[in-house]
């Protein structure tokens, strides 16, 4: 049984452009959890949805982030117009609807 | 505002050692605390789970406390070897049953070195 699988583990954008971080949860289950570590700072929750849901978006910033969890294919971050200030660390986290999370490796997106 | 607060920032020890993390937090209403290992460039891996009720559990060289009436959480490891070096991060969940959800609350972690 596979773990949390994020890809790109890396990924390098210039200012201005689209970053799409990819998500697939763990096999059997339906929560997907978005995290952003910035260098130095502790994870910090942005987004929480189970499939076709956002169920928490909180800590989500209002504009030019969007996430999702269709049906069928992985979960989605996606960063519109990026910024230096979006460059960090983003991880994904997965359950089966109990509270606990399995963690993926991250992906490092670094803004240009 | 839900807090977690993690001390020392980082910590050096020598192989072979014993050493002790703190967390104190003020996260309300509790509903279990979580230590994470996370290694440089990977992300966290859970340690220990407790909830209310249990003062102490045990994952090999690696023993957490838990004192609820003051809010404070210890992780302990014991023979430490060069491996342990990573980062230390308290995690506390909060449940608000009336709106079926639960909010998870970050320290920024303690960082270990471990050196030969």
């Known amino acids: 049984n596979a773990g949390v699988m994020q890809n790109p583990r890396h990924l390098v954008r210039r200012r201005g452009q689209e970053a799409r971080l990819r998500c697939s949860p763990m096999k059997g289950h339906s929560h997907v959890y978005w995290y952003r570590q910035l260098p130095e700072e502790g994870l910090k929750f942005m987004v929480y949805?189970?499939?076709?849901?956002?169920?928490?978006e909180s800590g989500m910033p209002k504009e030019r982030f969007s996430a999702e969890f269709p049906k069928e294919g992985p979960s989605i971050l996606r960063i519109q117009q990026v910024v230096r200030g979006d460059s960090a660390a983003y991880f994904c986290?997965?359950?089966?609807?109990?509270?606990?999370?399995?963690f993926g490796p991250g992906t490092r997106l670094t803004v240009t | 505002k839900n807090q977690v607060e993690q001390s020392p920032q980082s910590l050096i020890i020598l192989e072979g050692k014993n050493c002790t993390l703190q967390?104190?937090?003020?996260?309300?209403?509790?509903?279990?605390l979580r230590w994470y290992k996370q290694d440089t460039g990977r992300g966290p891996v859970s340690l220990t789970i407790?909830?209310?009720?249990?003062n102490t559990k045990s994952n090999g060289r690696y023993t957490a406390t838990l004192d609820a009436d003051t809010k404070q959480s210890s992780l302990h490891i014991t023979a430490s070897q060069l491996s342990d070096s990573a980062s230390y991060i308290c995690?506390?969940?909060?449940?608000?049953?009336?709106?079926?959800?639960?909010?998870?609350?970050f320290g920024k972690g303690t960082k270990l070195s471990v050196i030969p």
């Open positions: 949805l189970q499939k076709e849901n956002i169920i928490d």
């Open positions: 995690v506390v969940t909060s449940v608000h049953s009336g709106a079926g959800s639960y909010q998870l609350t």
């Open positions: 407790m909830t209310f009720s249990e």
């Open positions: 967390c104190n937090y003020t996260v309300s209403p509790f509903s279990n």
């Open positions: 986290a997965s359950g089966a609807g109990s509270y606990e999370q399995y």
